[in-house]
């Protein structure tokens, strides 16, 4: 394959269940087991034939992954369960985007975004764009992607959800690549790879490696990008992540084609298509044949090229991989350039342009630079109200302190006056009472007088009555003296 072919991993969406510490098989198993024993039709029955797709397209097997999640949406349809249908309209989406089909794949999105708004379920509406992206870049239309992404991104970035921020990031890397901006791909590649790192993710951290790895092959840094992908390849095989092997291995075909080590790419394109093939990626095997009609075509090998050319472009035709057919039709024009078929190489590189300029064109790019420019501004537009509500917040605490303050100052003031009347009425009824007391003490005094007087007065006529029947000294005197 050639060096300007990306083959970045982060183009396979990653979803939350690919991390089971059960083997699938087992999973498998137990969820059969569990929808067989349950024999009414209810929403636990939903829940396992939603996770039993889920494995399914886990482990490639993507025809019956879409035959179990039909039965869930019927189910749902029958006992009227929005929240299962949304998850199975979600699961489809991944479903049919693994096989490829993307006009279904981007219509079972649309369904589950609706149930995502209607339930307001941000953390799965932020799921749902970051999967809408994927299809979008897909089928070459990199604004939209760009859109997408950086609008799951806001909402990561709101969420404080690092695994989200970093595989956006991992996604956004390739959209980038397609748009030739190594520069910025590489930005969210290494950005991503921090994160994955500081949460130990290690599909994450294999993800983001095989992009740099990616990246330094665009560039031609054939060491740099062997280290990457090799490094890459181990973690996917540790945890057993067959597709992203088969990724690593397609990639490191063209870095063995770089050093000229014809038989190793050979055998790294085979197994990757061998993989490719057994979980039905056909985008994936698309893209191997093209590389392996490109190592051909450097060993003078044109009919074989050609051969693989034909079977890549008729995949890509079939599920309308825009970006591919662009990339085979380059390639297909240098083959036939170098077999020195001049008049079909002229005719390829048309097709190649045509392609091309859908995808790359000024106003592409002018929409791709708007997606980062509004993302940029609802950022700041989201700091400025987090900051905002930051200072109206203080500013409330503030003034609901000073009417606390000013509460209490009313609650004092109140409480004094009303302990200054309770003050003067007792003042004022004792007093009334010290008046009371007086009055009675004024009249008991009144009276004891009065007595007092009378008795007074008794003893004053006993007085005269007996001074007047006693004989004056004078009489006694005068009746003394006769004697």
């Not at 024999?39 to 039993?52: E, G, I, Q, S």
Request: some cysteine; hydrophobic content about 35%; aromatic content about 10%.
């Amino acid at each position: 394959m050639k060096a300007k072919i990306t083959l970045l991993l982060c183009l396979i969406s990653i979803v939350n269940w690919a991390q089971s510490e059960m083997s699938f098989t087992n999973k498998t198993d137990s969820l059969i087991s569990a929808i067989k024993n349950n024999p009414r039709n209810d929403t636990f029955k939903v829940a396992a034939l939603n996770n039993l797709g889920s494995v399914y397209v886990g482990i490639g097997e993507i025809d019956k992954a879409i035959e179990t999640i039909d039965k869930a949406i019927k189910i749902c349809k029958e006992i009227n369960y929005k929240d299962g249908w949304g998850i199975a309209c979600q699961n489809l989406g991944i479903a049919y985007d693994y096989k490829s089909d993307y006009i279904k794949s981007l219509d079972y999105y649309s369904q589950a975004l609706k149930f995502k708004k209607e339930k307001n379920d941000i953390k799965g509406i932020s799921q749902v764009y970051a999967d809408m992206a994927i299809v979008y870049e897909y089928l070459g239309k990199y604004p939209e992607a760009l859109k997408y992404h950086y609008e799951a991104l806001l909402i990561d970035e709101k969420l404080g959800n690092k695994e989200g921020i970093g595989i956006i990031n991992i996604n956004m890397a390739s959209v980038y690549n397609q748009q030739k901006k190594n520069k910025e791909s590489l930005e969210c590649l290494l950005k991503a790879k921090k994160i994955f790192q500081e949460i130990k993710y290690q599909s994450g951290i294999g993800y983001a490696e095989s992009g740099i790895g990616s990246i330094y092959l665009l560039e031609k840094k054939i060491p740099e990008a062997k280290e990457h992908l090799e490094l890459a390849k181990k973690i996917f095989q540790e945890i057993n992540e067959k597709q992203n092997v088969a990724s690593c291995l397609a990639t490191l075909g063209q870095v063995y084609g770089f050093m000229l080590k014809n038989q190793e790419a050979e055998n790294a394109f085979k197994e990757a298509l061998q993989i490719n093939s057994e979980v039905g990626d056909r985008r994936a095997v698309s893209m191997t044949y093209l590389g392996l009609a490109n190592l051909y075509s450097k060993t003078q090998g044109y009919s074989k090229a050609k051969l693989y050319m034909d079977s890549a472009i008729t995949i890509a035709k079939k599920i309308r991989c825009v970006q591919c057919l662009k990339d085979d039709y380059s390639n297909y024009a240098q083959i036939d350039s170098a077999a020195k078929n001049y008049k079909d190489a002229f005719i390829n590189l048309k097709l190649y342009i045509t392609y091309n300029d859908s995808l790359v064109n000024e106003e592409n790019t002018k929409k791709s630079s708007q997606a980062k420019l509004q993302y940029d501004f609802d950022k700041k537009a989201i700091a400025d109200s987090l900051k905002n509500g930051e200072e109206k917040i203080k500013g409330e605490f503030v003034h609901e302190q000073e009417i606390k303050q000013q509460k209490m100052y009313s609650y004092g003031a109140a409480l004094g006056f009303v302990l200054m009347l309770v003050i003067a009425g007792i003042s004022f009824k004792a007093f009334k009472e010290k008046q009371k007391t007086n009055i009675i003490i004024e009249q008991q005094k009144n009276i004891v007088e009065a007595k007092q007087k009378e008795i007074i007065d008794s003893i004053e006529y006993a007085k005269r009555i007996q001074l007047s029947l006693m004989p004056t000294e004078k009489y006694i005197e005068r009746n003394l003296k006769k004697k």
